[in-house]
DNA sequence: ACGCACTCCGTAAACGTTTACGAATGTATG
DNA sequence: CATACATTCGTAAACGTTTACGGAGTGCGT
């Protein structure tokens, strides 16, 4: 089947008629568009995008962009397959399909992002990993690219954008904690440039404050999210001299590492240190002792980003009227073994 | 910058002498090429992609198809977002880019692939999770379609696809276990129809008639390749009613379910059951006990995987000759502390 | 002076689709 | 019966790009 114009010859009807039959358009007989589609779909005809984005001037093609940067690689997880299946519950609706766009490690991610607008593979964007000023946010703005960020960034006044309820989190997280007797709390971060990972420490450090805690910088343990970098917070944990007796991590898999060099040390997590963990973990009651455990439901996510990116595509506001535009997603605690510890005891 | 008519408009050249500037077509004086990219690079002009589609034939786009099934989804690692490293290393070259295209959980793979190459959003295809009889491939290869398999199938007699030396890991393994007096070893399979878990189990079972074994169907245990399949197989294992003294994972993580669910019967993976991994595993030193496993290096089995691809592709052929057409990828064993059980000390 | 080859560039057609416009037909209204 | 309107369809232009073709200019050998 080569185009729309075999089609209609084949039908004897001329390749207007056809593409409005195809297109639901309303002026073309009943009769008419049932012949028409059955005889694309005999044929297997299916419209090339190409012809059709040219003349429309839309491809009908989210990105979802995403680092293939080392780091990322090394503690990839589930999260953007899970937001992913969100994602496409909504487009599928429209018609809209969602292709994954890794910005290669060795390529500027604002440079890579312009290159795949320019050449138009995608009509909108979904960014993530946001820094705390990130070009790409002011150049979507600008260019008016509808796009949603996955994360803050302090790039613009006013852009549309869900983030994790960083705030929520510290503070459920150091609540249980107290309540147990502990004071010394340390936390992970990772030394990018990443949103996440300031808004991460601020609101620990506001939580401490609510708490009466002062915030002591040592215990902002600067380590990259991954196995590797758990081992490594575990190692400069132990260094300390007046060693925390909790720690949260920014990262779920963290865990694994940190684990691994308490006990080598002989410290119990769950026993000599309590653990909490961060970000979906369906994994973390798998660990021993099980990790306490904030968790997101992606695909939720997903769709409520979705429906933030079409609320901002001119084609389909009139489908998501009064959305808002800054969504704090919140967390949902699952308790584990991690945390078992309690300080009040040995006061 | 609207299109290269008003960029030809502004230099006062004609529109199809700017085109052929600027990708680098021969007959052009090299002082105005350089005035053409000049004034593109300053107004930043890029080519619209759907007008060179449309003219060409091609978008110059290749599409890495992944299942975003809840299975997927559940196990995601780093498995993709390496190799996709390596691809983009490949294809940079010839200006192609690359878009990962998740396949909807409630899509059947088989009419997804279709609709993406028949709206001719990509030009050519690399398919993953290879099922036994696989209609992608069938399909594919009638349509002409250039593409490559991450996985052999019994689908066609001849394509181009990279697999894994499952053949190589299972003899590795199982020479290491037997070197240990290991007689009784089990194996995870997951229940799919995926070729992997197949030809995982084949391998196995001949390694162990290599070595004079008597394969026992009991001790192939069908779980999901996750935490909570490795929990689940370590409870079916333990029911055994003649326990095996070894277990091969098919996927590294699912020793963090495993170990778990040994330990809870004091059982002591390392100690009391050698255990043995496969895939991947930057991760799986920072297990405890740390975890033996195959390792694969992803980025280059992304850039064999690209250059196999664009072989088989007419516009880029002459760059890739005499390359082959299938590869059967070895694995590196990297040794842990997990199969230190000796048997042999025990009979 | 002529022909020829060579370099460089402009012209216009083509890719497959959507859509504004108007034509043709049928039907209701005065 | 003339007019108005609704329904259905065909015609042709337009989207932005590449490229076959040919033309203009230049240099060279005869």
New binding site residues.
């Given amino acids: 089947m ?4 075999q089609l209609a010859e084949h039908l004897d ?5 056809v ?2 039959a ?2 639901g ?1 309303p ?6 568009r049932r012949r028409v589609l059955a005889a694309a779909e005999e044929l297997g ?1 299916v ?2 995008q ?3 984005s ?4 839309e491809t009908k093609v989210i990105g979802l962009m995403i680092e293939s940067s080392k780091e990322t690689v090394e503690n990839a997880d589930n999260f953007f397959l899970g937001v992913t299946s969100g994602l496409q519950s909504v487009f599928a609706r429209h018609k809209l399909d969602l292709v994954m766009l890794p910005c290669p490690s060795d390529e500027d991610p604002h440079e890579y992002l312009k290159r795949m607008v320019a050449r138009r593979i995608v009509d909108a964007m979904i960014i993530s990993d946001t820094q705390r000023v990130d070009r790409r946010i002011d150049f979507l703005s600008r260019a008016k690219i509808p796009f949603v960020a996955l994360g803050r960034s302090l790039s613009a006044a006013n852009f549309p954008w869900i983030d994790l309820d960083f705030e929520g989190v510290a503070d459920h997280a150091v609540e249980r904690l107290t309540a147990r007797g502990h004071r010394r709390i340390a936390i992970t971060a990772p030394s990018s440039e990443a949103n996440l990972g300031y808004l991460f420490v601020e609101s620990y450090r506001r939580a401490l404050e609510r708490h009466d805690i002062a915030f002591d910088p040592a215990l902002v343990i600067h380590v990259k999210s991954s196995e590797q970098g758990g081992y490594q917070a575990a190692h400069e944990l132990l260094l300390l001299e007046e060693r925390p007796t909790a720690v949260i991590l920014i990262y779920e898999l963290m865990a694994i590492g940190l684990y691994r060099r308490l006990m080598e040390s002989g410290v119990m997590p769950g026993r000599d240190l309590a653990v909490i963990g961060f970000r979906d973990a369906p994994r973390a009651r798998f660990l021993q002792p099980s990790l306490t455990c904030f968790r997101i439901s992606l695909y939720d996510l997903g769709v409520d980003l979705g429906r933030m990116l079409l609320a901002n595509m001119p084609a389909y506001r009139d489908f998501y009227p009064g959305g808002e535009r800054n969504i704090i997603w919140p967390l949902e605690l699952m308790p584990g073994e991690s945390d078992a510890f309690d300080v009040g005891a040995m006061v």
Same sequence: chains 1, 2.
């Fill in positions: 080569k185009g729309i114009r009807i001329s390749i207007g008629t593409s409005r195809l297109n358009k002026d073309v007989n009943e009769e008419t005809y419209a090339n190409s012809g059709r040219l003349r429309q001037g």
